[in-house]
């Protein structure tokens, strides 16, 4: 594909700019989009946008991020165009400290994780509708944070394979408890169309930047290659990712729980729900206190 045709038709040659993602690693499904980091200096949301009968997210970026994830998506990014060399010193910098900002990442997700698990124990004491999405958040961030423990990045599509491969440690023995909560045994072609049509659903309502068409091409490549737990997975992420940025309004949306209970797949037994946060919360503490005595 001819990205510097559409850097050209979108009017971004100005910019420094660099494609990240999968696309720049080892390994990559044919339904995986193109990422692009423009480093205008604008805080827009990201836009997915069709070149070429091929999907690219464009992130907006900036030569002086601070934030540990951000920094991780940059990370060994493939330069496009940067005639002032801004980019390729920022990426030296990140190169440097890359260990450093895994762990960072790695700890706030555990972080996130835990707070997470009390909003569930929380819920269920009230009655909160959105207790079984907050679970399904805390699996995930676990999930997060050994990747991040493995210098792995955080890519919905792969992070479930990325997971089954990583080598045995005492963190990674938690992986289990990961599988365990989230529910990918569950997976069946018929429950993933319907958490399908959720996802899309409630990333229209969220997000509104045309993502679902890239749900539906990763879905449709999940299904035609039998990954059905992977498909289960990226679902998952996905729905929690856009969860987490409406977790303040939540009281305003009480509705959104008829979509998320699909979209989630979630679990409505608060016995079983306290179990699971109870799991993942022993997790976090376990692979804390580890990474305490390293």
């Not at 660099?18 to 980091?37: E, K, P, V």
């Not at 819920?123 to 909160?128: E, L, R």
Request: net charge negative.
């Amino acid at each position: 594909m001819d990205l510097k045709k559409f850097i050209e038709d979108q009017d971004l040659s100005n910019f420094p700019i660099g494609l990240g993602g999968c696309r720049t690693l080892a390994y990559y499904f044919d339904s995986c989009d193109y990422d692009l980091m423009i480093f205008d200096e604008t805080f827009l949301d990201r836009q997915i946008v069709e070149f070429e009968n091929n999907l690219i997210t464009i992130h907006h970026a900036s030569l002086s991020e601070t934030n540990t994830r951000k920094l991780l998506q940059y990370d060994k990014l493939n330069i496009l165009q940067d005639d002032s060399w801004n980019l390729k010193i920022l990426l030296a910098k990140i190169s440097k400290k890359r260990n450093s900002l895994f762990s960072d990442s790695a700890k706030n997700s555990l972080i996130e994780s835990m707070f997470c698990c009390q909003k569930t124990k929380d819920g269920i004491k009230t009655g909160d509708v959105f207790t079984s999405c907050w679970q399904k958040c805390a699996s995930y961030y676990l999930a997060e944070a050994i990747s991040s423990l493995n210098n792995s990045p955080s890519s919905p599509s792969h992070m479930l394979d990325s997971l089954r491969k990583f080598k045995k440690s005492s963190i990674n023995n938690h992986i289990s408890d990961v599988l365990q909560t989230i529910g990918i045994e569950r997976a069946t072609p018929t429950l993933l169309q319907r958490m399908l049509k959720s996802t899309i659903g409630f990333s229209d309502l969220v997000e509104k930047n045309n993502h679902s068409k890239l749900i539906q091409q990763k879905y449709d490549f999940f299904l035609k290659n039998s990954m059905l737990s992977d498909c289960y997975f990226y679902l998952g992420y996905t729905n929690k990712e856009n969860f987490v940025k409406i977790k303040d309004t939540l009281n305003r949306k009480q509705d959104l729980i008829h979509i998320l209970k699909i979209a989630f797949d979630i679990e409505v037994d608060p016995n079983l729900l306290l179990e699971q946060s109870k799991i993942i919360q022993s997790s976090c503490n376990d692979i804390f206190e580890i990474l305490s005595n390293d």
